[in-house]
């Protein structure tokens, strides 16, 4: 099994002015994959999000993060910047599978700036911020997230069988 972080962005969130409903929603579906070990509601400060993804990366060692919010049009949306700071190596497809099919229900969906990469042996992959969202753009990735998490931390084998 693997070890997984949350980290949900919202300021007001942080600030304990808002009940954080995503990042209880990622838990619940996440489980699957593994033991979250970190949960965490931080603002949406790019220097405050680039550390907390390189400690669970870094010191924390997680096999996975997922965050939630940050990836819209305003200006304290910083969770894409601060993932692309501290990742190796993009992967696309995951932002790409979810941003298709959440088209299928609303044109909002191209208003997402989620990315999701690789650092060192860690995969991040950004998510809405709103339940419905998560739990949607969930459906789409989490098939193939346990061949993806084999591979890149080095438990699964060969990709061409």
Do not use: W
Request: hydrophobic share 35%; proline share 4%; with cysteine.
């Amino acid at each position: 099994m693997y070890k997984i972080g949350i980290i949900t962005v919202s300021d007001k969130g942080s600030r304990g002015e808002r009940e954080d409903r995503s990042g209880p929603a990622i838990r619940e579906i996440a489980e699957s994959l593994g033991e979250v070990t970190s949960y965490q509601v931080l603002p949406d400060d790019l220097d405050v999000l680039i550390e907390g993804l390189v400690n669970l990366s870094d010191k924390k060692r997680v096999d996975l993060i997922f965050t939630s919010g940050g990836t819209g049009l305003s200006a304290r949306d910083n969770t894409p910047e601060a993932t692309l700071a501290v990742i190796d190596r993009e992967v696309p497809g995951l932002a790409e599978a979810m941003r298709m099919e959440s088209m299928k229900k609303t044109n909002r969906a191209m208003l997402s700036r989620a990315v999701s990469g690789v650092r060192n042996r860690t995969l991040i992959v950004n998510l809405p911020g709103s339940v419905k969202a998560v739990r949607e753009c969930l459906d789409v990735i989490m098939p193939a997230l346990p061949h993806g998490l084999e591979i890149l931390t080095g438990r699964g084998g060969e990709c061409g069988s």
